[in-house]
């Protein structure tokens, strides 16, 4: 009831954005974590083709976030997620309508481009729309990303027994709707008229020291993220020898969000200390989060019982992203002025997208080494000190203030590029308690 009252208290374009934000994860969920074993078992492609498949999708999204976050600033946030979700409907009515390897590919580079275009518009409307309640509304966005990341693949299981065609065309159904939604009930912002060049922009965002420095720091945080999909779910099949229990992983995941997410933002953003502070914190939880498991990867056997480890390691995971991720979207506009939100969140993806490719690939290795006789603690051991690295550089940036305070507090006292120093004793002074629920009838 507490995150439907929240939810609640923002302005309809928001309430739209974070049901958006749970559809699309279903709609997504649905197909993705299917589509590799639809590739090999059902159109025998080899384990290459399958991979360049993927690996286009991921490359079209992770190489092109910097250009959706241009598309944002420089046509609209609105117009940029309605052609990300028309994009994303027409690549996965592909996945459905072909299976020849160019239309497959067609699908891929459609999808991961949508998801370019999508991902920086849509946080950058919901930062433009949300006022000084921004880290609260990325706090409910996760809890609608969560439950979408839940649902989906349980939805694409049961669609399954019809065929991966038709849980493709569902999924390219869920975004269709999702893009006429959009079309209708967000409203359209005027854009400021931009001065200089994209090249300019980009110039400007990656000439930023403190912002360049801040996304290498939380590298550590989307790394961590992706072994959800990886060294966890590998652990929950090791420990009980059921492919079943990795779902176990993300149901945690659901019903810790639903029951955590909002309480500890709100208290974490009322207290002293600075956002660079609760930051290094998650990451730090996080990154202990990989300790449990590492504990028993050694375990000869399987057992139930063994399984517990897996899921406290998922919880304290979880936690700890709860914990950073609405303060880390809070603080990213904050680095620079307000025209180029959009080409700040995506650099920051990019970085952010490198940093999950470069850690599956380490912990991929790890794993590997530890199946052929290396040690069993080395794939989360290297996490664990990816996390506590990761912490230990924001908490420099955060010493050396070269963070910004969070926008409500930082915009009475400098011009919007001009990115002010966190000041814990002043900022303990400026924030004022979290608000209770916005009248329904407030627009920004």
Known sequence: ???????????????????????????????????????????????????????????????????????????????????????????????????ALPVLIAASVLSGLAGALFNPAVRTYVAQESGDRK??????????????ALIGPLLGGLLLFGGFRVAALTAAGVFALLTLAQAVVLPARAVPRPTGSVLGDWREVAGNRRFVAFSLAMVGMYGMESQLYLLLPHAARQATGWAGAVGLIFVVGTFANFLLQL????????????????????????????????????????????????????????????????????????????????????????????????TGAGVGWAMDTATHGGPTWLPYACCTALGLASAAAVTLLHRRRALPRPPATAAASAAPDSPVPEDPEQHAKTTPATPGPRPLSETR
């Open 1 to 99: 009831m507490r995150t439907i009252a929240a939810v609640r208290g923002f302005p309809p374009a928001v309430r739209l954005l974070l049901v958006n934000q749970l559809g699309v994860n279903i709609g997504f969920y649905l197909l993705i974590p299917y589509l590799a074993t639809h590739l090999t078992d059902d159109l025998g492609m080899s384990a290459a083709v399958v991979g360049l498949v993927l690996g286009l999708r991921n490359l079209s999204q992770q190489g092109l976030f910097l250009i959706g976050g241009s598309a944002a600033d420089r046509l609209g946030a609105r117009g940029v997620i309605i052609a990300g979700c028309g994009l994303r409907t027409l690549g996965f009515a592909l996945f459905a309508l072909g299976d």
């Open 135 to 148: 880290a609260e509304a990325f706090a409910l966005f996760n809890v609608f990303a969560t439950a979408g």
């Open 263 to 358: 309480r500890i933002t709100r208290r974490l953003a009322a207290r002293a200390g600075g956002r660079g502070r609760w930051i290094a914190a998650g990451l730090t939880v996080s990154g202990l989060g990989f300790v449990p498991p590492m504990l028993m990867a050694g375990a000869a056997g399987t057992h139930p019982v063994l399984l517990l480890p897996v899921l406290a390691g998922a919880l304290l995971l979880y936690v700890g992203l709860m914990t950073a991720q609405p303060f880390v979207m809070e603080l990213i506009p904050a680095f620079g002025r307000a025209e180029l939100t959009g080409t700040f969140y995506g650099l920051f993806y990019g970085v952010s997208g490198a940093a999950a490719a470069g």
